[in-house]
């Protein structure tokens, strides 16, 4: 299995602009994750889906974040507009029942 | 989910056991140890779990107490490739979903 993919794996982007990261879960799993991760907050959970289905996004930081799973085998975490202070790393990790979740490479966004 | 304690940082010689500790004093009884690591610039990676028997990969072992108000994750035979942030979660299996990641512990594994 090729694990759990994200792209792009690296993004720089002018303040105001509109960013979209991309996470293929593995295969048959059917819960997805997204993390960001920063020096200063460590990492945290934003949002996570069942079964497609946003279960939990209290962690999104404000309406500028919005997460969304079509179908089992994607799923997008989109900012608009972005911020210099959402420059960090952003994990998509995926699980099944076992409750050991796999996590991607991330991407790291750097708005400027 | 209860909060855990773990140091900041720690050493290990190259072929040595390491020993990670992790205290969560406030577990409570169907709240499960977990043990994550991250290798820099990598996702993190599960690496073991278990609630109250002392369990056996073939990444590492970990040690709870009996009281289960702090375990050990041991790495047999560290190698540089184990130098990362290792991170000790508490967590309530079959209830909420998350993850709570503190700030773990920076093992380095030295030639």
């Known amino acids: 299995d090729a694990g759990v993919i994200q792209s792009p794996r690296h993004e720089v982007t002018e303040m105001g602009q509109e960013v979209t990261l991309r996470c293929k879960p593995i295969?048959?799993?059917?819960?997805l994750f997204w993390y960001r991760q920063t020096m200063m907050r460590g990492l945290e959970l934003l949002i996570y889906?069942?079964?497609?289905?946003?279960?939990?996004d209290s962690g999104m930081p404000e309406d500028r974040f919005s997460a969304k799973m079509p179908n089992a085998s994607f799923s997008t975490l989109k900012i608009q507009p972005s911020e210099p202070r959402d420059s960090a790393v952003y994990f998509c990790?995926?699980?099944?029942?076992?409750?050991?979740?796999?996590f991607g490479p991330g991407t790291r966004l750097t708005v400027t | 989910d209860a909060k855990t304690t773990q140091p900041t940082s720690m050493d290990c010689a190259e072929g040595r056991a390491a020993n990670l500790p992790c205290n969560h004093s406030?577990?409570?009884?169907?709240?499960?140890v977990y043990w994550y690591r991250q290798i820099h610039s990598q996702g993190p990676q599960y690496i073991i779990h278990?609630?109250?028997n002392n369990e056996t990969n073939e990444m590492a072992s970990l040690i709870i107490t009996e009281d289960r108000k702090s375990s050990t994750l041991i790495l047999p035979h560290a190698t540089l490739r184990d130098t990362a942030v290792y991170y000790c979660?508490?967590?309530?299996?079959?209830?909420?979903?998350?993850?709570?990641f503190g700030k773990g512990t920076k093992l380095t594994v030295n030639p």
């Open positions: 990790a995926s699980r099944e029942r076992t409750y050991e979740q796999y």
């Open positions: 295969s048959g799993h059917d819960y």
């Open positions: 889906f069942n079964n497609n289905v946003p279960i939990d």
């Open positions: 406030t577990i409570s009884g169907n709240e499960y």
């Open positions: 278990g609630l109250k």
């Open positions: 979660i508490v967590r309530f299996q079959g209830g909420s979903e998350k993850l709570v």
